[in-house]
């Protein structure tokens, strides 16, 4: 069996400079961290003593003869590309998905690293990313950046840099203290709406050759952003976040609402200094920056938000757990 943690990402600034439409072209940057929330993903090979050859578990529940029956796409796809037959499988996490911090990538890169795992091979952080990009973009043909599967593969707090179909990844370099403090004035809130990010991403890969001039702006604040991380005010980091908000709120009509509106101009009216709604947009987690002498009002403002404390993590994606198996076909249905 094999137990594996990924952690979901919080992206700060450079969304959407991640996608190979605009980094191709200009070259692309994120600035964004991991938190320590995390999917989980438990497999090992199912037992032949059932009248099926795949339990596959997640808000749904798929019992299958064939890997080609199975509907979660990420997962046929993935079992398909590794060759995985006759498993048992069990997703699980500490946040909802669809909520703006990555959990579909992040799902992917926990996916193939235990598919991995299973088959007694490693596979290093850059293989990870880049698979969970191929499982996600190509075999899925589901539109979006590049980001989300190199910040959970990775982990930490990271500059990430796009360019000629590959990408980098430094950490950004500031004290502990200062990472601390930056923490300590970030909360976090679920605005009680789930969505599907991808026909949002769709919508914004078309429109990249008109946005090309936000898309550059937002480009900029990243270096801005890293300046302000290793030597600035914190409290500009605040205000950096409510441009780039604004920056992206005008790339399309459905990354804002005007419910998510409301919220963000009351907690900026109650001493948030900026913001902005994590992932694509249209709903999932609001993210601020608060100096800690306004958290309680901005608390009251928003008192029916649930609000989710997290601390920054560097460990990126892991084995949990992993005991060696002997697997075999043999007694086994045959897959039609």
Known sequence: MIIAQVPFRMSFFG???????????HS?????????????????HLPPFFDYNNSIVYSNKEFTQTVEEIKHPAIREAMKYLDMHDLSLTYDADLPARSGLGSSSSFAVALLMSFYALKGKYADKRRLAKDAIYLERVL???????????????????????????????PVIFSSERK??????????????????FSIQAEHEKAIPANERQLLEMLSLVDQAEAILTSGDLDDFG???????????????????????QFYGAAKAAGALGGKLLGAGGGGFLLLYVRQEDQESVRKALEQLKEIPFRFENGGARILYYAAENYSTSGRKKQI
């Open 15 to 25: 969304g959407g400079t991640d996608f190979p439409a605009f980094y191709n072209k």
């Open 28 to 44: 692309g940057r994120v600035i964004s961290t991991t938190i320590d929330k995390y999917c989980y993903v438990s497999v090992r």
């Open 140 to 170: 899925c043909r589901e539109s979006g950046g590049e980001q989300d599967q190199i910040a959970a593969a990775y982990g930490g707090l990271n500059k990430i840099e796009f360019r000629d179909n590959d990408f980098e990844v430094s």
């Open 180 to 197: 601390r403090n930056l923490n300590e004035c970030l909360m976090m809130f679920f605005t009680g709406f789930s969505r599907f990010s």
């Open 239 to 261: 205000r950096l976040l409510d441009h780039t908000w604004q920056l992206k709120r005008s790339l399309t009509a459905s990354i804002s609402t005007q419910v998510i509106d």
